[in-house]
């Protein structure tokens, strides 16, 4: 298995061949209506910070963990059907060296949110170690239900807001 940044071209490859509950996923959380327009959307998501993960010279996945707020993290991957030939190596990475170093430099959340029916990223996302948390009703466009997941430290208690405890133990 190889990681590198993730191209445009690896974006777009991958894009091009990923798994049709990954396009629904996708198409339910997007603007786009177009594979193509949904491609450039890709593309300018994950080119900057996301990374292209592959076996030989066939790319299979693209992902990425994203702060969007202040320790919180958030999971993103989209893949061809040759993924099971790299979930074993790349659950090792993604454990190793993307979340533990986070969580080891103060995140105290990471989140994923799945279409209610894409049940092959769900075993993944709880293989990461992230749980179910709440069914998400009409969260896409055309009113799909998601799951929510996260994973969440124990103990963790926020600065007081108006003198009250922002945590309870």
Same mark, same amino acid.
Not at 66 to 79: D, E, I, K, S, Y
Not at 136 to 156: L, M, P, R, S, T
């Given at each position: 298995m190889?990681?590198?940044a993730?191209?445009?071209?690896?974006?777009?490859?991958?894009?091009?061949?990923?798994?049709?509950?990954?396009?629904?996923?996708l198409?339910?959380?997007?603007?786009n209506?177009?594979?193509?327009?949904?491609?450039a @959307?890709?593309?300018?998501?994950? !080119? /900057?910070?996301?990374?292209? =993960?592959?076996?030989?010279?066939e790319?299979? &996945? %693209?992902?990425?963990?994203?702060?969007?707020?202040?320790?919180?993290?958030?999971?993103?991957?989209?893949?061809t059907? @040759?993924?099971?030939?790299?979930? !074993? /190596?790349?659950?090792?990475? =993604?454990?190793?060296?993307?979340?533990?170093? &986070? %969580?080891?430099?103060?995140?105290?959340?990471?989140?994923?949110a799945s279409?209610?029916l894409?049940?092959?990223?769900?075993?993944w996302?709880?293989?990461?170690?992230?749980?179910?948390?709440? =069914?998400?009703?009409?969260?896409?466009?055309?009113?799909?239900?998601?799951?929510?997941?996260?994973?969440?430290?124990?103990?963790?208690?926020a600065?007081?807001?108006?003198?009250?405890?922002?945590?309870r133990?």
């Amino acid at each position: 298995m190889w990681v590198e940044a993730a191209t445009p071209e690896l974006i777009r490859r991958v894009a091009g061949t990923m798994r049709e509950s990954d396009l629904r996923e996708l198409f339910a959380l997007s603007w786009n209506d177009t594979p193509a327009e949904l491609t450039a @959307a890709l593309v300018d998501r994950y !080119a /900057p910070a996301g990374l292209a =993960v592959g076996a030989g010279s066939e790319p299979i &996945a %693209i992902g990425a963990v994203v702060q969007h707020r202040p320790r919180v993290l958030t999971l993103g991957l989209f893949a061809t059907n @040759a993924f099971g030939t790299i979930a !074993a /190596p790349l659950s090792r990475f =993604v454990k190793r060296q993307l979340l533990a170093p &986070a %969580i080891a430099d103060g995140a105290h959340r990471i989140e994923a949110a799945s279409w209610a029916l894409h049940t092959a990223a769900h075993r993944w996302i709880e293989f990461l170690g992230l749980r179910r948390e709440a =069914v998400c009703q009409k969260f896409g466009k055309h009113g799909e239900d998601f799951i929510q997941f996260a994973w969440v430290k124990d103990n963790v208690c926020a600065t007081r807001v108006r003198d009250r405890p922002a945590c309870r133990h």
